[in-house]
C-alpha cells in the first residue's frame, strides 16, 4: 500500500511565539541538534513513505535551510522525495491561507499529479516515535473513509487552552464524537495525525471548496465523524506537543531522564541535517552532571541538568543550571544562569546573573546581548 506524506510546517505558530517570530514551528531547535519537523519527517521515512510534501507559510528561511533536498532523510530521489509547496495557490486573491483547509486547498496540484494511494496528514509540532505502516494497513483492510490517530493520556497532562481536540471512540473503533473539551481523568487526545485515500482527500477537498468551507476539523471531518465513516486508531508510546513555552521547557527537561529519552530515540532513529562540527572541548576546570552537550561547544564552567546545542561556549567560572542554551550562545566569566531558554547567538558578559524558575523559565531572544 503506498503512501504519499504531507506535513503542516507553519499551523501552530502562534503557540509558541517566542520562539517563531523569525522561523516555524517545524524549524525550531529541539534537544541538543533536532529540529521539530525532524519527527514528522523522520516517521514518514521509518514507514516506508518516501514522498512527502511540506506546506509552508512564513518564515521558512531557516526551515529550507535545514531540510535542503532532504537527503538526511533519504528524500533526494529521482522518484518521490522531499516537496516544499509554496504557501500560495488556490486562496482568494492569491493570498496566503489563514486555516488548515486553506492550505490543502493550495496543494490540490501536488495531489493530482501524485500516484500513491494513501495520503498520511501530519503536523510538525509533536515529539513523538510513529509507525504510520500497521494504521495504513488496517485503515485500507476497514475500507474507512478517515482514519484518525489519538493517544489516551491524562487530563492533567495536556495542556489544555490550544484548540486540541478530544474523541470518543466505540469499542468498534470507530470515532463517535469529536469536542474541544471533555469530561473525566483520562481523554482520548486526537495527534493531528491522520490517514486517508488520495481519493477521497481530493474529493473532500473539492466538496468544500463548493460548499464554502474553510475548516478542516469543524466543517469537514466533524460531519464525516457522522456518517460512522471515521475510525481511531490508538498510537501508544511516547507523545507531546509543544504547545507553549512552558511545554518546550518541560518535555525537554524531561528528555534528560533516560527512560523517556530511550522512548523516543531508541525504538526509531530520529534523522537530522548532518553537521561536520569539532569535538566538544572542556577545560581543565569544568563540571558537567546530567547533561546533553552537543558537538563543537567549548565549555569551561559547570553545567547541571541542561541542554547545551552545537557551537556553544561557557566561560571559566560560569554555572549553568535547568537551562536550554540554543546554538552558538556565548557567556562571559563568572556567569549564573538558571532555568533559562536562551535562543540563538545570544551574548551573556560577564558576571551576569539570570535567573528563572522551573514554572516560569526565562526567555532570551535570538541575537541579544545581555
Known amino acids: 500500500?503506498?503512501?504519499?506524506?504531507?506535513?503542516?510546517?507553519?499551523?501552530?505558530?502562534?503557540?509558541?511565539?517566542?520562539?517563531?517570530?523569525?522561523?516555524?514551528?517545524?524549524?525550531?531547535?529541539?534537544?541538543?541538534r533536532y529540529r521539530l519537523i525532524d519527527f514528522a519527517l523522520s516517521n514518514m521515512v521509518n514507514s516506508d513513505i518516501v514522498k512527502v510534501g511540506l506546506i509552508t507559510k512564513s518564515n521558512y528561511q531557516s526551515l529550507m535551510d535545514h531540510v535542503g533536498s532532504g537527503k538526511d532523510w533519504d528524500l533526494a530521489r529521482h522518484y518521490g522525495g522531499l516537496f516544499i509547496l509554496p504557501p500560495f495557490g488556490a486562496t482568494e486573491n492569491n493570498s496566503l491561507y489563514t486555516t488548515r483547509f486553506e492550505a490543502l486547498k493550495n496543494v490540490i496540484?501536488?495531489?493530482?499529479?501524485?500516484?500513491?494511494?494513501?495520503?498520511?496528514?501530519?503536523?510538525?509540532?509533536?515529539?513523538?516515535?510513529?509507525?504510520?505502516?500497521?494504521?495504513?494497513?488496517?485503515?485500507?483492510?476497514?475500507?474507512?473513509?478517515v482514519?484518525?490517530?489519538?493517544?489516551?493520556?491524562?487530563?492533567?497532562?495536556?495542556?489544555?487552552?490550544?484548540n486540541e481536540i478530544f474523541l470518543s471512540v466505540d469499542d468498534n473503533?470507530?470515532?463517535k464524537d469529536m469536542a474541544y473539551d471533555c469530561d473525566g481523568d483520562v481523554v482520548d487526545l486526537y495527534t493531528n495525525v491522520l490517514v486517508v485515500s488520495r481519493t477521497t482527500l481530493l474529493n473532500l477537498i473539492t466538496d468544500g471548496?463548493?460548499?464554502?468551507?474553510?475548516?478542516?476539523?469543524?466543517?469537514?471531518?466533524?460531519?464525516?465523524?457522522k456518517t460512522g465513516k471515521v475510525r481511531a486508531y490508538k498510537h501508544e508510546g511516547y507523545y507531546e506537543e509543544m504547545t507553549s513555552l512552558q511545554k518546550y521547557y518541560d518535555e525537554s527537561m524531561r528528555l534528560l531522564k533516560r527512560e523517556y529519552r530511550d522512548e523516543v530515540f531508541r525504538k526509531a532513529n530520529v534523522y537530522t541535517k548532518v553537521k561536520d562540527s569539532t569535538p566538544t572541548r572542556y577545560g581543565d576546570n569544568a563540571i558537567v552532571k546530567n547533561s546533553l552537550i552537543a558537538d563543537g561547544c567549548d565549555i569551561e564552567g559547570e553545567v547541571y541538568n541542561s541542554i547545551i546545542f552545537r557551537g556553544v561556549k561557557i566561560g571559566r567560572g560560569?554555572?549553568?543550571?535547568?537551562?536550554?542554551?540554543?546554538?552558538?550562545?556565548?557567556?562571559?566569566?563568572?556567569?549564573?544562569?538558571?532555568?533559562?531558554?536562551?535562543?540563538?547567538?545570544?551574548?551573556?558578559?560577564?558576571?551576569?546573573?539570570?535567573?528563572?524558575s522551573e514554572n516560569h523559565p526565562f526567555f532570551i531572544s535570538k541575537g541579544t546581548v545581555i
Do not use: W
Open 147 to 162: 482514519t484518525m490517530i489519538y493517544v489516551r493520556k491524562k487530563k492533567s497532562e495536556i495542556d489544555c487552552g490550544n
Open 1 to 32: 500500500m503506498s503512501a504519499l506524506g504531507l506535513v503542516f510546517s507553519n499551523i501552530h505558530d502562534g503557540n509558541i511565539p517566542e520562539l517563531t517570530m523569525k522561523r516555524t514551528v517545524a524549524s525550531i531547535p529541539f534537544f541538543g
Open 209 to 225: 471548496i463548493s460548499h464554502g468551507r474553510r475548516h478542516f476539523v469543524s466543517e469537514v471531518l466533524t460531519p464525516l465523524v
Open 109 to 145: 496540484g501536488f495531489l493530482n499529479k501524485s500516484n500513491e494511494e494513501f495520503v498520511v496528514l501530519s503536523d510538525s509540532d509533536m515529539v513523538c516515535n510513529m509507525d504510520f505502516r500497521p494504521v495504513i494497513k488496517e485503515h485500507g483492510e476497514s475500507h474507512a473513509d
Open 318 to 356: 560560569t554555572v549553568v543550571k535547568n537551562c536550554i542554551l540554543m546554538q552558538n550562545t556565548l557567556t562571559g566569566e563568572n556567569v549564573s544562569m538558571n532555568c533559562i531558554i536562551a535562543d540563538k547567538n545570544v551574548v551573556i558578559k560577564d558576571k551576569r546573573v539570570l535567573s528563572g
Open 173 to 175: 473503533g470507530l470515532v
